[in-house]
């Protein structure tokens, strides 16, 4: 059984740039959260996708935004790319109120 | 804002030794979560401890929680190398079941 997958591994942008990263839940779950983790901070909570609805947001400005398809995968989509937006993001996948799987998190840099 | 907040930020140990890690938060939670992270790469789970749970044991690892303190301890006894990592609780407070509050970690540094 494949654990939380994610793709990009690494990813490049410049300033004012889009990118949208993707993640694959474990197999079974139906809940996926996003996470942003700044280099040397815990992580921070994005998003929350339940039945393909946002279901909570954390206290992220509308440049980010996200998709659950049908086969519970997700996306997260960031516009307008700033500076301050290169982080590990991390994608989890859960059956709340139990503990949440994490994947090995893409790298995004921006220039 | 920060929910748990883990103590000390960084703790250098032989191998052997025990390591402990202490956390402590703001609200009431439903539960606590104590993860691993390599090197910035994805968390792995420890240990998920619940608000009527006062103990839990993993292993090497054992998670005490008192709710009348807000408080949390990890504890891993006779550390290896491989122990070497950040380490992170999470709390999921009222009916945010799945949105974690995360500390900055405690960085472990175990000797070989």
């Known amino acids: 059984d494949a654990g939380v997958t994610q793709s990009p591994t690494h990813l490049i942008k410049t300033r004012g740039q889009q990118v949208t990263l993707r993640c694959s839940p474990k197999?079974?779950?139906?809940?996926v959260s996003w996470y942003q983790q700044a280099l040397g901070q815990g992580p921070q909570f994005i998003f929350q996708?339940?039945?393909?609805?946002?279901?909570q947001r954390g206290n992220f400005p509308d440049r980010f935004s996200g998709h659950q398809f049908p086969n519970y995968s997700s996306e997260l989509n960031v516009n307008a790319l700033l500076l301050g937006d290169s982080a590990l993001y991390l994608c989890a996948s859960s059956i709340p109120p139990n503990e949440q799987f994490f994947g090995p998190g893409t790298r995004l840099t921006v220039l | 804002s920060q929910q748990g907040e883990e103590d000390p930020q960084a703790l250098s140990i032989q191998e052997g030794e025990n390591a402990t890690m202490n956390c402590s938060y703001k609200?009431?939670?439903?539960?606590l979560q104590w993860y691993r992270q390599n090197s910035g790469r994805g968390l792995v789970h420890l240990i998920l401890?619940?608000?009527?749970?006062r103990e839990k044991h993993s292993g090497r690892l054992r998670v005490t929680l008192d709710t009348s303190k807000k408080s949390s301890s990890l504890l891993i006894t006779a550390s290896r190398a491989a122990d070497t990592a950040s380490y992170f609780c999470?709390?999921?407070?009222?009916?945010?079941?799945?949105?974690?509050?995360f500390g900055d970690g405690t960085t472990l540094t175990v000797k070989p």
């Open positions: 999470a709390t999921d407070a009222g009916a945010n079941a799945g949105k974690s509050t």
């Open positions: 996708y339940y039945e393909e609805e946002e279901r």
């Open positions: 609200t009431s939670i439903n539960n």
């Open positions: 197999s079974g779950h139906d809940t």
């Open positions: 401890i619940r608000s009527n749970e």
